[in-house]
């Protein structure tokens, strides 16, 4: 019998956490596997939700987030707490997803321990370290430590042999985020239970009007962006023929941002953050879906919705040649005249509401642990 190989699987943020699991579950589907899961508590209160749909409890949960969470302190938490787990658990291989500050830290972690580093996700670059700050800085640095990078595209591999042709192991694999809503998804339509509690916390939403889902989060558009995409929200609105939904995140600079800048209008929905088997019921009922979420970004053209994606950069162009997803920006009038376009013109909407899968088959975490088995036991 072969010797069991340990990975410890890091993770602090919801989309961190939707698109480790897929991964979690494929390693634990082989026997050669002990996968420790740590939860490093950046966002516990939105990946906890996460962790129970899918069924697979954290097996540490630091508990590192406080009320004003700044980067160095986080990150400085992460490092020495993840370093202490390492050290305990004495894994094989460290995995790693995204670019957070949790990936970030706990990448620098398995680095200094000098254990083998795994990147979910890998290779994504926006090419200007400003937007996303700090995600696309925390993403170069991540692949420059790491001894396994998982592109989810062949764009995003280019961007790693680049960068870095000689040194560590480049596969494409596609994104698992997919992997994550292909099974929520089928789950929905095959699993009542869901459906119903789903259906239940749910806001009642009105048939006779097309639905608008909005995200909007990212530190780029604090302050003039989020009031721009407010602006542009309040006159889609003002139309009456469509209802829009907007979960909003809980970070306390866009709740400000999002209520001030609908202060007096009760035309926007504005909900808390809801479940991710909500979300995917959500997004499956949208006509439309207006974000600057990366996530989203991946999800939009594989459910077949159209996405106007309320940035001036991406790190996921795959969609744009597709012409299913659109970079609007976030100037109002920009935002409003390519929202119509989809909702008045019918032809148009029908060659953007079509599903494509430019980041994914829904099989990339088999992948990964096959990837995963065959480098370490090279
Ligand atoms: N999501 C969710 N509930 C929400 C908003 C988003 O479950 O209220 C999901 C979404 O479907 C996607 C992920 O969270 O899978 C995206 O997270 P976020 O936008 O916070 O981060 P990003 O992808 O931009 O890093």
Redesign the pocket.
């Known amino acids: 019998m072969t010797e069991r190989r340990t990975v410890l699987v890091v993770f602090g943020t919801?989309?961190e956490a939707?698109k480790m699991l897929p991964v979690i579950a494929a390693l634990e589907a082989r026997a050669r596997f002990r996968v420790v899961v740590c939860a490093t508590g950046q966002h516990r209160d939105l990946v906890s939700p996460v962790l129970a749909l899918f069924g697979r409890p954290a097996d540490r949960d630091l508990g590192l987030m406080t009320e004003d969470q700044a980067l160095p302190a986080l990150t400085a938490r992460v490092l020495s707490a993840v370093s202490a787990v390492i050290s305990e658990t004495r894994p094989d291989l460290v995995l790693v997803q995204?670019d957070t500050a949790t990936a970030l830290a706990a990448a620098l972690a398995a680095f200094q321990a000098r254990v083998p580093l795994g990147h979910v996700e890998a290779g994504l670059r926006s090419f200007d370290l400003a937007r996303p700050w700090p995600e696309e800085g925390n993403r170069i640095a991540i692949d420059c430590l790491a001894d396994l990078l998982f592109a989810p595209t062949e764009g995003a591999a280019q961007n790693l042999q680049r960068e870095y042709g000689r040194r560590g192991r480049i596969v494409v694999t596609g994104n698992t985020?997919i992997d994550a809503l292909l099974t929520v998804a089928r789950r929905l339509d095959t699993d009542p239970a869901l459906r119903e509690t789903v259906g239940h916390s749910l806001p009642a939403l009105d048939p006779a009007r097309r639905l608008i889902l909005v995200?909007a989060?990212r530190r780029e558009s604090f302050g003039h962006g989020l009031a721009g995409i407010c602006q542009a929200l309040v006159t889609l609105a003002a139309r009456g023929d469509v209802e829009i939904v907007w979960?909003v995140?809980p970070n306390p600079t866009v709740c400000s941002t999002v209520a001030t800048g609908l202060a007096g209008s009760t035309a926007v929905r504005l909900t808390q953050?809801?479940?991710?088997a909500e979300?995917v019921a959500l997004m499956r009922r949208a006509s439309l879906i207006l974000t600057d979420?990366?996530?989203?970004q991946e999800?939009a053209p594989a459910l077949g919705r159209p996405a106007l994606v309320l940035r001036d950069v991406t790190e996921r162009p795959e969609a744009l040649a597709s012409g299913v997803v659109r970079l609007v920006g976030t100037a109002p009038a920009r935002i409003l005249a390519e929202a119509v376009r989809l909702l008045d013109d019918a032809e148009a909407y029908a060659e953007a509401a079509r599903p494509v899968f430019p980041y994914g088959d829904g099989r990339a975490a088999d992948r990964i642990a096959a990837e995963i088995e065959r480098w370490l036991d090279a």
């Open positions: 919801r989309p939707i995204g985020g995200t989060h979960p995140h953050p809801v479940g991710y979300m979420s990366g996530g989203v999800e």
